[in-house]
């Protein structure tokens, strides 16, 4: 069979699956400018940056272009570089260029492509209005003086989220991303996933800042400032830091947090074990007494909120085991409750919708929260270097006691798939190597959108489903409900990929959500206690702190659950 083949740059290239001409050029090492394209989201073609010219000399959006064999195609002309830096002057004379003062200075998309195409002057009046900040929600910042109108976070919200908050507005030169009717975000259906601010290209959308009140309390004397930190977290901060990409970093993290004044330094892997015990204890009975199934995961807020605002007839099918924040926050509050200090708990988390769980009424007792801060990785990493902290050259040290002990099976918590594992483990007979290796093989690893699997609880077949990203998992409801589809247990994350790909994180590639995968599974690997069951502090706090307050300190009843 004759490969098919075209022209790049005077270079032929073998056409071998690809969907446009964007990714052939990509794939011999041209890195052709975007603001629009993004391969898990249907093609835009609005910006125009990826234009290329033919031998007829026409010009072709590359993102929306399939290749066909014979095609000639250049991507460096005058006439490119001209339209290039034409479009760039045009987003700039209309944006605002309070560079060194936004949240995305050295992370802008279009500030990137500016300095690359050196753009040192634009020859147009800055037509821009005043700032329009949105700060309603607790979890983003929307700022419509920064939008290029690429449409990313339009599409994300639509296409992957199934949530539909925000969409173009009015049109021609009065043109916006906005929620219906101008509402502030947070009058909205939104769930606070974040991840239009993952895809935002420039500071139009960015995770909520919530640093500068905490330095307050870090520095107060009065108050002791408790810290616990994310699984997901540890694979996602170091390649920001100079380290490399899925580099497990926790106790570097734990010396620089040590370093900048918080008083003790905690693991949320054991909030993650007392999930694992509780949520299975929770499954196994209602799978005897037939009641409330599919069993839905409960660590994910987004998808919790998501249920609340989409399916509340499903609340009762969500589990009402607290997210393993609150549970260890919970843990935490009545530990230290008779400190002769105010006591303040942080999370450091991966995950913007943790800012709205953590204001609910349901996890506050005398109108004060159990997680009295969270601040996402992206956060943690403004800090450490505002206290100037060179982090490669921290020592690596170990959390606080009397919390010290955490389980594989709570770290691997931070990836799609992580949760239904570590329940697995929990409820299998079988507690051998050989049979802990096997459950690896059983489809709940990997990257994948949807995963399912079965297993053998007493007799009886269990299926399982594994789900991330709401616009999947708002699939499959629609096929449990048609009864096309049978489930008893189900994991939900709302970010695609899991808790590693949380908006609160650094963004990746593909590439890079892959390493912080394996880096999760190489801590697993690593650790002496595989079972969350197996781990001694678990166990101490069953017999001690939690005796008679399971309930009130692990669990939780949303409005609307029966």
Not at 465 to 484: F, R, T
Not at 520 to 546: C, F, T
Request: proline share 4%; net charge neutral; with cysteine.
């Amino acid at each position: 069979m004759s490969m098919e083949l075209m022209t790049i740059d005077g270079m032929p290239v073998e056409i071998s699956g690809e969907k446009n001409i964007l990714d052939v050029i990509r794939k011999v090492g041209i890195e052709l400018p975007t603001f629009c394209y993004y391969s898990e989201l249907s093609v835009y073609g609005a910006c125009r940056m990826c234009v290329v010219e033919d031998n007829w000399g026409d010009i072709h959006a590359s993102c929306s272009t399939p290749p066909k064999a014979g095609m000639e195609i250049r991507t460096n002309t005058p006439r490119l570089r001209k339209y290039r830096k034409m479009i760039l002057e045009l987003l700039l004379s209309n944006h605002c260029r309070d560079c060194t003062t936004c949240e995305k200075n050295g992370k802008c998309k279009l500030q990137e492509l500016a300095q690359r195409f050196g753009i040192k002057q634009v020859r147009f009046n800055n037509t821009f209005g005043d700032s329009e900040l949105d700060t309603s929600s607790l979890s983003i910042v929307r700022d419509k003086s920064k939008c290029i109108l690429c449409g990313d976070c339009v599409r994300m919200c639509d296409e992957v989220q199934n949530v539909g908050a925000i969409d173009f507005a009015f049109r021609g030169s009065k043109m916006c991303v906005s929620p219906a009717f101008d509402e502030p975000i947070a009058s909205t259906n939104c769930v606070g996933c974040g991840q239009c601010a993952a895809v935002c290209p420039t500071g139009a959308i960015v995770v909520k800042n919530d640093t500068a009140k905490l330095w307050q309390d870090i520095s107060d004397k009065d108050t002791k400032v408790l810290v616990q930190i994310a699984p997901a977290v540890r694979v996602g901060i170091g390649k920001e830091l100079g380290l490399a990409e899925g580099e497990n970093v926790m106790g570097r993290m734990v010396g620089a947090l040590r370093r900048m004044g918080f008083d003790e330094v905690f693991d949320t892997t054991t909030g993650a074990d007392l999930t694992v015990l509780e949520e299975t204890g929770e499954f196994m009975s209602r799978l005897r007494q037939g009641e409330s199934l599919p069993l839905f995961t409960s660590c994910c807020p987004a998808w919790v909120r998501y249920v609340e605002l989409n399916e509340p007839q499903l609340m009762k099918h969500v589990s009402t085991c607290r997210s393993p924040m609150q549970m260890f926050a919970s843990v935490l509050k009545e530990h230290y409750r008779h400190s002769n200090r105010r006591v303040v708990v942080v999370a450091v988390m991966p995950c913007t919708a943790k800012k709205q769980e953590a204001a609910r009424e349901e996890f506050k007792e005398n109108e004060v929260p159990y997680v009295d801060y969270v601040i996402t990785t992206q956060e943690l990493i403004q800090m450490i270097r505002e206290a100037g902290i060179v982090f490669a050259e921290i020592e690596p040290e170990a959390v606080d006691m009397p919390f010290g002990s955490t389980s594989g099976a709570g770290v691997i918590f931070g990836v799609t798939g992580g949760v239904t594992e570590a329940v697995i483990r929990r409820i299998s007979d079988d507690k051998s190597v050989p049979a802990l290796r096997a459950i690896a093989f059983t489809g709940v690893r990997g990257m994948q959108g949807v995963k399912e699997t079965s297993l053998d609880i007493a007799g009886r077949e269990v299926k399982v489903a594994v789900v991330s990203g709401l616009k999947n998992a708002d699939n499959l409801i629609k096929k449990i409900q048609s009864g096309e589809k049978h489930y008893d247990f189900v994991e939900v994350m709302a970010c695609p990929g899991g808790c590693i790909c949380g908006a609160g994180q650094p963004v990746t590639n593909g590439e890079g959500k892959r390493r912080r995968s394996a880096g999760l599974y190489e801590a697993d690997r690593m650790s002496n206690i595989k079972r969350s069951e197996e781990n001694p502090v678990i166990m101490a706090l069953y017999s001690g702190l939690l005796k008679g307050k399971v309930h009130k300190l692990l669990h939780v009843k949303y409005p609307g659950k029966g």
